[in-house]
């Protein structure tokens, strides 16, 4: 499994940004995909989740409102909406799969996931 993310970049508090996480070398449904992030100085941490299928997700409580996960298995293809950015979000994000027997399966924990993409970074600022 490889997952390349793409998308980050820097916007001022306010913008938005669409993070791309394209996987290859599998069948995109067979898989949970997740987003992580890690600011400088901290651990990193669960964003967003979303079952193989799509029809479940799950988000951190502080991008509840304001992040979208989706996902286009077509396209092998999950996105990260993020609009109402806010400094705090500063971080490199990452994205992760997991193989998911179960459709509406979606993981929060970063020790279920097996396979990790580079981060792409995001920085929030005036």
């Known amino acids: 499994v490889q997952l390349q993310a793409s998308g980050g970049g820097s916007v001022q508090p306010g913008g938005s940004l669409r993070l791309s996480c394209a996987a290859t070398?599998?069948?995109?449904?067979?898989?949970?995909i997740g987003w992580f992030r890690q600011a400088p100085g901290k651990e990193r941490e669960f964003v967003a989740g979303?079952?193989?299928?799509?029809?479940?997700?799950s988000y951190t409580d502080s991008v509840k409102g304001r992040f979208t996960i989706s996902r286009d298995n077509a396209k092998a293809t999950v996105y990260l909406q993020m609009n109402s950015l806010k400094p705090e979000d500063t971080a490199d994000y990452y994205c992760a799969a997991a193989l998911a027997f179960r459709a509406t399966t979606v993981l929060e924990t970063a020790q279920e996931y097996g396979f990790w993409g580079q981060g792409t970074q995001v920085t929030v600022s005036s």
């Open positions: 070398g599998v069948t995109a449904d067979n898989y949970a």
């Open positions: 979303i079952s193989r299928i799509g029809g479940s997700t």
